[in-house]
């Protein structure tokens, strides 16, 4: 397991800007359970190694740095972004997502209901009546980001040797922020990243944040290809047999609809990167909020349970897959790391059965109260008193390529087109 050097959890969480961005509204910042902040120092120590000091980041502060960008606070039982809550169910709590413009029409499915553009008042009277197992069987056939905070013990994947990735070819097809953070540390330790999209699909983190869009995929490629012509798809597969580092954010079974065979592309000595929500043999979808706060990272007032952070799930997965990209077996053969987010983010916690709720709870590093002097606030952490520290961005370096602006020039460099 990755530990910073001080393997102090409470000044970890303190000075990742974590626990400001977790909380109530107007309330007081709460410290977060488990150890994710330490182990992401841990992680970005690792990385630093594996790259002889090329790469130096402070993980920690990389699980907040989007809300710097964004500006997003803490909301309690609603996500710093504003797409998921924190609801009760019959027998427990559950976090559901409402993120893309399906979502509502596929929530008002689930309740049996027209939910209009405000599904919540539904969706809350809904849970109310069902448990959390009963939202998981009809929320995962229609696609819905929704689970109940129920907590299962699981062991991320750790790194085997580590590797230098410089002047590597990186064929990225994630979105969003796990995949694309995986690909920004490759890229800072010397990699070619090329991003690929579909003319139907691109990157709907595009039209996010500009700034943090920039951060992630600067300097990077664009490639657009359509699997549905025969001539791209040929292309597509000869792009991904040309590369060394493949990632991606699918389930198999789409990429094998687009022609990608993982076990081929190991069996040939490359490293696969599958990063998706729940493990590569779930169906269930996800995202950051949701993912982490089923997981059972949530923290916990008087009121009930809080989101902790900014989608934490994905930065905190993004820097293990760059670690694990950054490690290779001793004999040189190629690896597929099966990157489950859930498994992540369950790795960094420590369970046990709260019987006042009837369920797993994570439990605090130690019983650390924030509190407010001159302005700021601190927390007493076993190392001492240490000020919370804010959201913090990095600048972004290098352009932004438009889709597809580099897909004529990349092919024809690799003899594809």
Same mark, same amino acid.
């Given at each position: ?10 000044? +970890? ?216 012509? +025969? ?187």
């Amino acid at each position: 397991m990755f530990e910073s050097p001080s393997a102090d959890s409470a000044r +970890d969480w303190a000075e990742s800007g974590i626990a400001c961005l977790t909380g109530r509204p107007g309330g007081p910042p709460l410290i977060p359970p488990g150890r994710a902040a330490t182990i992401a120092r841990g992680m970005a120590a690792r990385i630093e190694a594996a790259t002889n000091g090329t790469v130096r980041l402070d993980g920690a502060r990389l699980l907040s740095e989007r809300a710097a960008f964004t500006g997003h606070r803490r909301a309690g039982a609603v996500s710093a972004g504003g797409s998921c809550r924190l609801l009760r169910t019959a027998d427990g709590w559950a976090a559901v997502s409402c993120a893309r413009p399906d979502d509502p029409l596929l929530l008002g499915a689930l309740v049996g209901a027209d939910v209009g553009e405000d599904p919540w008042p539904a969706v809350t009277s809904w849970l109310a009546d069902h448990t959390g197992q009963d939202l998981l069987e009809l929320a995962e056939p229609l696609g819905i980001a929704a689970g109940p905070v129920s907590p299962v013990p699981a062991e991320a994947p750790q790194p085997l040797v580590p590797r230098t990735v410089d002047g590597l070819l990186v064929v990225d097809f994630s979105s969003l922020w796990a995949g694309p953070l995986c690909s920004h540390i490759l890229g800072l330790a010397g990699a070619r990243v090329v991003k690929v999209e579909t003319p139907t699909r691109p990157d709907g983190a595009r039209l996010g944040n500009a700034d943090f869009y920039r951060l992630l995929h600067g300097g990077h490629e664009s490639v657009v290809l359509d699997p549905g012509d +025969d001539t791209e798809r040929r292309e597509l597969a000869q792009l991904v047999t040309a590369a060394d580092i493949i990632i991606e954010a699918s389930r198999p079974r789409a990429l094998a609809g687009f022609g990608l065979d993982a076990d081929r592309f190991v069996a040939s000595g490359g490293t696969w990167v599958s990063i998706t929500a729940h493990g590569r043999d779930s169906f269930r979808i996800g995202f950051g909020d949701d993912i982490a706060a089923s997981a059972g990272l949530i923290a916990y007032d008087a009121q009930g349970p809080v989101f902790v952070g900014d989608a934490l799930a994905d930065p905190l997965t993004g820097l293990t897959a760059a670690a694990l990209a950054l490690s290779a077996p001793a004999d040189g053969s190629g690896v597929l790391w099966d990157v489950s987010m859930s498994a992540v983010v369950s790795s960094t916690l420590t369970h046990h059965l709260d019987d006042s709720e009837r369920m797993y709870r994570s439990s605090p590093p130690l019983d650390a109260m924030c509190h407010s002097l001159r302005g700021r606030w601190w927390v007493e952490a076993p190392s001492g008193t240490v000020a919370l520290a804010e959201p913090e961005r990095r600048e972004p370096a290098g352009d932004v390529a438009e889709s597809g602006r580099d897909t004529s020039k990349i092919l024809s460099e690799l003899g594809i087109r």
